[in-house]
């Protein structure tokens, strides 16, 4: 158990619906990081979030955006949903906590979505 | 772009007998390297993070890191059939930035 929770774990929207994902990260973690992992593929970055705001982004499309709140936990928001968004998506927090690597993500178990 | 590389397998050993899982990396800019699991259907577990040259032993896994022919591997002593999973490389550059994953390797320990 890394203390990363998600919800939902599972979804299934239909093309052009809108979803959105939650995170809450580990205690003392003040980084959420967000990936894709499509089926047979390692995980691709989406975006983190830094003391609520964007701190670095991939390649992925606007329609793709994220919160971070004071308490630390995150929301990915995907407008517009295509087939190919169907993937797992992937939380880690990492960040300043007593006896651990700052540098560490940690995963939560993940939302798988299904795009219909 | 950056690139992390691995076979994907499926890496085939019998159980007892040691894995030797490698990955290469293309940003000579990484200076963290990590080695996450996988079970089919799971999220990624960190089993072992490298930061300087040589060998890091935990357990039965040992990551080796070789700067200068961009080069990680992870090797598993007494290779159990509850290894058998996808092993994840993930490289990144200093302080909290991405990871960037390779592919994975399946590896099947045979009993």
């Known amino acids: 158990e890394t203390g990363v929770t998600q919800s939902p774990t599972h979804l299934i929207k239909t093309r052009g619906q809108q979803v959105t994902l939650r995170c809450s990260s580990q205690s003392g973690h003040n980084t959420v990081s967000w990936y894709q992992q499509a089926l047979g593929q390692g995980p691709q970055f989406i975006f983190q979030y830094y003391r609520e705001e964007e701190n670095g982004r991939g390649n992925f499309p606007p329609r793709f955006s994220g919160l971070q709140f004071p308490n630390y936990s995150s929301e990915l928001n995907v407008n517009a949903l295509e087939l190919d968004d169907s993937a797992l998506y992937l939380c880690?927090?990492?960040?300043?906590?007593?006896?651990?690597?700052?540098?560490?993500?940690?995963f939560g178990p993940g939302t798988r979505l299904l795009v219909l | 772009q950056k690139e992390v590389e691995q076979n994907s397998g499926p890496l085939s050993v019998p159980e007892g007998a040691i894995a030797s899982l490698n990955c290469t990396y293309s940003d000579r800019g990484s200076q963290s390297f990590f080695w996450y699991r996988q079970y089919s259907g799971k999220s990624p577990e960190l089993i072992m993070s490298?930061?300087?040259?040589g060998d890091k032993e935990d357990g039965r896994f040992t990551a080796q890191l070789n700067k200068a022919s961009q080069y990680v591997s992870l090797l598993i002593r007494d290779s159990q059939p509850s290894d058998s999973a996808t092993y994840l490389c993930?490289?990144?550059?200093?302080?909290?930035?991405?990871?960037?994953f390779g592919k994975g390797t399946r590896l099947s320990v045979i009993a």
């Open positions: 880690a927090s990492s960040g300043s906590t007593r006896g651990r690597n700052q540098e560490t993500q940690y």
């Open positions: 490298i930061y300087s040259n």
């Open positions: 993930a490289a990144r550059n200093s302080g909290n930035t991405p990871l960037v």
